[in-house]
């Protein structure tokens, strides 16, 4: 998982040279009510949140929440990178997604 995080941040780094600004939305959720809780979500996106920070990034970060929040954090997210040569990053640390029986 660090060298992803480190690999990430170096590629985000390079290729911001140009870009108006830097944001990212930032989320982490361990805390499930209906499936199994996990321990390091909410560990691995603070320290991907302190992380660009330290880069320059304005982040958004969210932990433990709710699709209804998490879509709407997303939303908001996409419509202020519109029409900006801003640089966006979105990091999800949690359970996946499966459709139909389907990851």
Excluded: C, W
């Excluded at 170096?10 to 982490?28: H, K, P, Y």
């Excluded at 419509?79 to 640390?93: E, I, K």
């Amino acid at each position: 998982m660090r060298i992803f995080l480190l690999l990430a941040v170096l590629l985000v780094s390079v290729n911001t040279g140009f870009a108006e600004g830097r944001v990212a939305l930032v989320i982490g959720n361990s805390d499930y009510t209906k499936i199994t809780k996990l321990r390091n979500p909410e560990n691995d996106a603070a320290l991907m949140a302190s992380t660009l920070r330290r880069i320059g990034f304005e982040v958004t970060t969210l932990f433990n929440a709710d699709q209804k929040t998490m879509k709407k954090a997303m939303l908001t997210f996409t419509r202020g990178l519109r029409d900006t040569d801003a640089v966006g990053l979105f990091y999800y640390a949690g359970h996946g997604v499966q459709v139909d029986r389907e990851n």
